[in-house]
């Protein structure tokens, strides 16, 4: 049974060697999922929710970082650029035409304005040869050289919005439509809403990665000079990933500002935060989509919670969970789980139970015995 | 692809049509190609052509400029100096990808098929350039069959042996439906059945699809057994040129193979 038996219905579209969580079983899961993200705000009152909507803004960003790296294979530090950037953007339109019709307009003005700013520097890094490591670098700099602009950009205008150097720039109320047609977004809805876009960039994505862009995707991450040989222009092709990539951040920024009302450089550009996506994307499982979504919602909230309890430790807890995580589990938690659940289904609960701790005990013991064997005696320094 | 000869005459294209266009049987040829590495020489104006249909093998020691050769034609290294004509066009600056186009396609010498991708999946990318639906499923059924492959369809490509890595990305090489395939040593490290699988594969291709071929080996054996003629590359220039039976017996071939002339240390594999 390959591939090409997959079925071609709705649902075929959504399904492929490229995702991880496929079946009844899995569209159970998200559906029950769905319904309980759904049912949260008159569970845990509009406070909670206002909090899990900042968790489900990450989302996007480990959407974005996940479709351009683990699919891919470009890593970048630079989602987070177009994410601030986005959000400045639609602060700048929104403060210059205050209007519903301008706010509506903003929402696309700003998103499109993350995907050409991911355009442009695509465009300079993939076409001028930078490749691997130098793409992480420069998209790192370029994100780094953002906040150092913006927190200097004091007296800045944009029209007539001052982009507020270190304490960044603000909106009011977000009232969309156009005329009389206007609706004012407020918590819940805006939740609600958020919820439904995450969920239709999840899918659109996960349709996205297992077409035939795709697996090109994929055979780019693979083996860039063999996609190449096969007569795939790589480098349009990373441009139109990173471009993607920078539209989906760009969303991100977008519901950053319907959330928080407020941007500032030190939350979007600083390193800490161009680091973080890299940390949930690597913690969910790189090359899934899911892993990074739960992973991102999952470390915001431990983050968050953490950071009232210990401020101190927080941004140190993180960088802890990506060590483990990068130990532990080096494909990332979802796909570990995957793994775990085929071992257990061909081992059965008890014997693979057994046959696990058998391992670990071994592993263990070799780890712990190692340096101490070292001190004793001259073989296994040869080793 | 191939049916794009004969057609985009300008000016660029003349001296490409005059050397590999329709009027002639000359498929590949290059025009004083050279390579430069900083000061090292690597290719010294090559002038180097291939038959339509042919079988070549191309032999040297270590360091001759053979995989630089063909990284140039191929385009993965752009030439210091002289031209490049394929199929009727001067590809000397195109991207790799637009020779591809051209009817050029190539083998690594390191097997290099899509690890994580599926066997059936590696095979899909090269036929999904080519065809949709029915059609494409039945090229990639027929290249899986083709490969030996059928029963690993759904096996993670980086799983597969050694042999089987060659045979499918030889496979996914031949998808592409070339004129030119280049096989950068595609027996090394192979059993005697494997060698045998992949000379009986090239000497298919090239009968019933007419595929020629450039092959980079140093089994003499292997090249005697598929060659219809063999160019050998010495210190980055074409040393001789004829049947596998002359260039055995040669002489100096002998001498420069042996290394007995300093520069060149025998043969690595």
Known sequence: ?383 | MSESTGQDVNVRTTAAQRATGTNTDTLLQTDGLVKQFGGFTATDAVDFSVEAGEIRCLIGPNGAGKSTLMKLVTGQHAATAGSIYFNGFDVTDDAPNERIDRGLSMKFQVPSVFEDLTVRENLRLPNQRLADGDERRRRVDEALAAADLADVEDTRAGDLSHGRQQQLEIGMAASLDPDLLLLDEPVAGLSVDERAAIADRIRTLNEERDVAFVVIEHDTEFVAEIADRVTVLHQGDIFREGPIEEIEDDPEVQRIYLGTDGDAEGDAR
């Open chain 1, 1 to 383: 049974m390959g591939t090409d038996a997959f079925p071609t219905g709705v649902l075929g579209r959504f399904e492929g060697p490229n995702t991880v969580g496929s079946g009844t079983r899995f569209w159970a899961a998200l559906a029950v999922t769905v319904v309980a993200l759904l049912a949260y705000p008159s569970v845990v009152g509009p406070f909670a929710a206002g909090q899990l909507t900042r968790y489900l803004v990450s989302a996007f960003l480990a959407l974005s970082l996940a479709f351009v790296w683990g699919y891919a294979g470009i890593l970048s530090f630079g989602q987070n650029a177009f994410y601030g950037l986005s959000g400045y953007a639609f602060a700048v339109v929104v403060g210059n035409l205050a209007s519903p019709l301008g706010t509506t307009v903003g929402v696309g003005v700003a998103i499109l304005f993350g995907a050409l700013s991911a355009l442009v520097l695509g465009y300079f890094m993939f076409y001028g040869g930078v490749r691997d490591v130098y793409v992480t670098i420069t998209t790192l700099v370029v994100t780094i050289v953002l906040n150092t602009y913006g927190k200097t950009a004091s007296q800045v205008f944009v029209g007539s919005v001052n982009l507020g150097g270190d304490t960044g720039v603000g909106i009011g109320e977000i009232t969309l439509g156009a005329g009389p047609a206007t609706y004012t977004l407020v918590q819940p809805a805006t939740y609600y809403v958020i919820v439904a876009v995450l969920l239709a960039t999840y899918l659109g994505l996960r349709a996205l990665v297992n077409s035939d862009f795709g697996r090109v995707m994929v055979a780019i991450r693979e083996d860039e000079d063999r996609a190449e040989m096969l007569g795939y222009d790589v480098k349009f092709r990373k441009l139109v990933v990173f471009t993607i990539g920078g539209g989906i951040a760009g969303l991100g920024g977008v519901t950053y500002m319907a959330w928080g009302y407020s941007i500032t450089p030190e939350v979007v550009f600083s390193a800490a935060a161009a680091a973080y996506p890299v940390v949930w994307v690597s913690v969910g499982g790189r090359k899934t989509l899911s892993g990074p979504i739960v992973a991102a919602v999952a470390i915001e909230w431990l983050r968050t919670t953490a950071s009232v309890q210990f401020p101190e430790f927080a941004k140190i807890g993180v960088g802890v969970l990506m060590i483990a995580s990068i130990l532990l589990l080096p494909d990332g938690v979802v796909p570990g789980l995957r793994g775990a659940s085929r071992y257990f289904d061909r081992h059965g609960l008890a014997d693979g139970s057994r046959l696990a701790i058998d391992r670990a005990r071994r592993a263990v013991g070799r780890r712990v015995g190692g340096p101490i064997a070292v001190d004793e005696s001259s073989e296994v320094v040869q080793e």
